[in-house]
């Protein structure tokens, strides 16, 4: 089984969390063998991947995006987490998605919530301006 057939682009018509939906119930069971570990994402040969791999593949699709060098699985972890939080999702949903046994661990993600009030209370308070 080929990649491309497993996990392909996101359509104009259809959003990306449909198609990890999709990679949940149809490609992953297929990668999946009886030995297979508990990751979500499985190599073609139904493995996890290994750490520095999957660094290198961020690294890679960072660089063909055009982000910064320094992109790391673990800042995209970071990025995903305060853009939950920055919409309005409960922290102790954050917790749990990150796998935090300690709520103060998830709450350096608040420090980013924190400064964007900050500029917003700079920016629009009337004795501010």
């Known amino acids: 089984m080929?990649?491309?057939?497993?996990?392909?682009?996101?359509?104009?018509?259809?959003?990306?969390?449909?198609?990890?939906?999709?990679?949940?119930?149809?490609?992953?069971?297929?990668?999946?063998?009886?030995?297979?570990?508990?990751?979500?994402?499985?190599?073609r040969r139904g493995r996890g991947f290994a750490r520095a791999n999957l660094c290198q593949m961020v690294r890679k699709r960072a660089k063909e995006a055009g982000l910064p060098a320094h992109a790391t699985p673990h800042a995209l972890r970071h990025t995903c987490a305060t853009h939950l939080l920055?919409?309005?999702?409960?922290?102790?949903?954050?917790?749990?998605?990150?796998?935090?046994?300690?709520?103060?661990?998830?709450?350096?993600?608040?420090h980013v919530d924190i400064s964007d009030l900050k500029k917003i209370h700079a920016t629009y308070h009337p004795r501010e301006q």
């Not at 920055?86 to 608040?110: C, K, P, W």
């Open 2 to 43: 080929r990649w491309a057939r497993v996990f392909r682009p996101a359509r104009e018509n259809r959003d990306s969390h449909l198609l990890f939906i999709e990679y949940l119930q149809v490609a992953r069971p297929k990668l999946a063998g009886k030995r297979s570990p508990d990751n979500v994402f499985l190599t």
């Open 86 to 110: 920055q919409a309005g999702a409960d922290i102790r949903f954050i917790q749990e998605l990150l796998g935090h046994a300690s709520l103060s661990t998830t709450q350096v993600y608040t």
